[in-house]
Structures are given as structure tokens and as C-alpha cells.
Nanobody
């Protein structure tokens, strides 16, 4: 089964950048949509971004639009989340997830994704 592992989190100052990576193991990654979610302290898991299987269709949450860029490299079984101009409110555990349904849409709901990584912590100081 497809397994996901996030990396690249850490401590960053406000206004700086981090890039998260999501490494997938398994032959079906390129057929899956990829979602990025985060869970801030005391908050529910929330949608950040999603990419179609080919990477051409991308959705962003309003809170990150214009600052975050999601991408993927299917040849390397990787997905990325470039986070620029970080803000303290971006502090959260970030998760990547995959949706194998090929429904044609990009879900913004956690229930729309079947496989999840363990998450990587991002802490942004002011």
C-alpha cells in the first residue's frame, strides 16, 4: 500500500520560508491526488492545498493563497509545499495525504483522502 512520509519541518522566523516534502512509496502515487493539511495548536485539521494527479489543477486555502506553492514530481514519487512569508499562525503539524478515487475534483476535506503521512511540525516565531 502507498505510504507517505513528510519532512522539512522545523523552526522558522516570521517572513522566512520552508519547503516541506512528501515522499511516497508504492507504484500508484502518480494516479493519486495529493492534499496538504495542517493542524494547529488546539485546532481541527484544516485544508492547505491539493493537487491533481498530474499536478495541473491546484487548490489553495485562502489563508495560504499567494504564499504557499504546492507541486509534485511523479517520477520521483514526491510532493512539495513551498511556504513563503511564513506567519506565526502557520504553526502546525503539516500532513500530506493522497486520494486514489480519481473523482475529477480536489477535495478540501480530510475525509476525501485515504492515505496519510505522520506529519511534520512547523513552528513559526514572531
Amino acid at each position: 500500500q502507498l505510504q507517505l512520509a513528510e519532512s522539512g519541518g522545523g523552526l522558522a522566523q516570521a517572513g522566512t520560508s520552508l519547503t516541506l516534502s512528501c515522499a511516497a512509496s508504492g507504484p500508484t502515487f502518480s494516479y493519486n491526488a495529493v492534499g496538504w493539511f495542517r493542524r494547529g495548536p488546539g485546532k481541527e485539521r484544516e485544508f492547505v492545498a491539493a493537487l491533481s494527479w498530474g499536478g495541473k489543477n491546484i487548490r489553495y486555502a485562502d489563508a495560504v493563497k499567494g504564499r504557499f506553492t504546492a507541486s509534485r514530481d511523479n517520477l520521483k514519487n514526491m510532493a512539495f509545499l513551498q511556504m513563503n512569508n511564513l506567519k506565526p499562525e502557520d504553526t502546525a503539524i503539516y500532513y500530506c495525504a493522497t486520494d486514489s478515487r480519481r473523482s475529477g475534483g480536489l477535495s478540501t476535506q480530510p475525509a476525501g483522502y485515504q492515505r496519510w503521512g505522520q506529519g511534520t511540525q512547523v513552528t513559526v516565531s514572531s
